[in-house]
């Protein structure tokens, strides 16, 4: 929302020197403040969705089942049980 009113307004002298000329109008800025913004956001975006899918890669690795040694035998019982 910030820089949406520069954006327009860039817009606006853009096509505005076509009817009225104007010299020495810096357009630059902010095309180029939103585009950090969206690069930002994009790379936000990619960094959570591969931050998730290895969390869910790491919850596939834990063990299902335990061995426990009760009495002297070793048994396999669910983890789930366990704690």
């Known amino acids: 929302m910030g820089t949406s009113p520069a954006w327009i307004y860039s817009t606006v002298v853009t ?3 076509i ?3 104007v010299q020495d109008i ?4 902010p095309p ?3 585009s950090f913004i ?3 956001k994009l790379l ?3 960094a959570k969705g591969r931050t ?3 969390i869910r890669k790491i919850n596939g690795l834990q063990a299902k089942t335990a061995r426990v040694i009760r009495n002297g035998e070793e048994q ?3 983890v789930e049980t366990y704690w």
């Open 38 to 40: 969206l690069l930002g």
């Open 26 to 29: 810096l357009l630059i800025p």
């Open 52 to 54: 998730s899918e290895a």
């Open 32 to 34: 180029v403040i939103m």
């Open 19 to 21: 009817i009225f000329p």
């Open 44 to 46: 936000d975006a990619v």
């Open 76 to 78: 396999e019982i669910p």
């Open 15 to 17: 096509f505005a020197q």
